[in-house]
């Protein structure tokens, strides 16, 4: 069964840092990851999706890598804002099936 | 990308009740998910809907549960019957829009008191 786990839980910082949040994932046979945002009490949104033959993914201020053989990703946010503040919860698909991780929220500081 | 609603956004439901969440899909879509996310928890996929079948469970949750229809390739409806607090939940639809891309709606907010 994959297991997805996030670390840290939780991170602040101030406005204008740069952001790295991480994700691992025990089963490295994934067809693609994806990385979501969610608000509060809301739904998610997707940011990137990494197909398993790529190493990264940029959209803006957001860079997705993947190194699928050793089960990792990293979501690199540049210059964040304090509308950066939100859960963020990385997935991995394979069989199909979208597994998630707990998610890391992120609370960016004015 | 495809524009997803659900109705309702939130309840507050009684023990013992059922209430049905409606997803709505602004394209055609083959495959639909059902998700249940439970206060400060990641998501956890409830069943696979597609068109014209009977939905597929996944370990945990059963039809008579969780009841769902897909009458047409735009909406689907998930059924949370006899209500217990431990339901209390965000419920989530989601399409897979672009082959193993998926996308999610805005959620409904149930509360069982």
């Known amino acids: 069964k994959q297991e997805v786990t996030q670390i840290p839980a939780a991170l602040s910082v101030p406005e204008g840092e740069n952001l790295v949040l991480n994700c691992s994932f025990t089963d490295s046979a994934i067809y693609n990851l994806q990385w979501f945002r969610q608000d509060p009490g809301k739904g998610l949104t997707s940011l990137l999706l990494i197909q398993s033959s790529q190493r990264e993914q940029t959209s803006g201020r957001l860079n997705a890598s993947l190194d699928k053989s050793s089960g990792r990703s990293t979501l690199y946010i540049a210059a964040s804002q304090p509308g950066d503040s939100a859960t963020y919860l990385c997935a991995v698909l394979n069989d199909y099936k979208l597994s998630f991780g707990a998610g890391t929220t992120v609370t960016v500081r004015a | 990308s495809a524009v997803i609603s659900q109705k309702p956004s939130r309840d507050i439901c009684q023990r013992g009740t059922s209430l049905t969440i409606q997803c709505q899909v602004d394209s055609q879509v083959t495959m639909m998910f059902w998700y249940r996310q439970q206060p400060g928890q990641s998501l956890t996929l409830i069943a696979t809907?597609?068109?014209?079948?009977?939905?597929?469970?996944e370990s945990g949750f059963v039809i008579d549960k969780f009841p769902i229809s897909r009458p047409n390739l735009t909406f689907s409806t998930l059924t949370v019957s006899n209500m217990s607090p431990e339901d209390s939940s965000i419920y989530l639809c989601?399409?897979?829009?672009?082959?193993?891309?998926?996308?999610f709606g805005p959620g409904t907010r149930l509360t069982v008191t």
């Open positions: 989601s399409v897979e829009e672009r082959p193993y891309e998926q996308y």
């Open positions: 809907a597609n068109q014209g079948s009977e939905a597929t469970y």
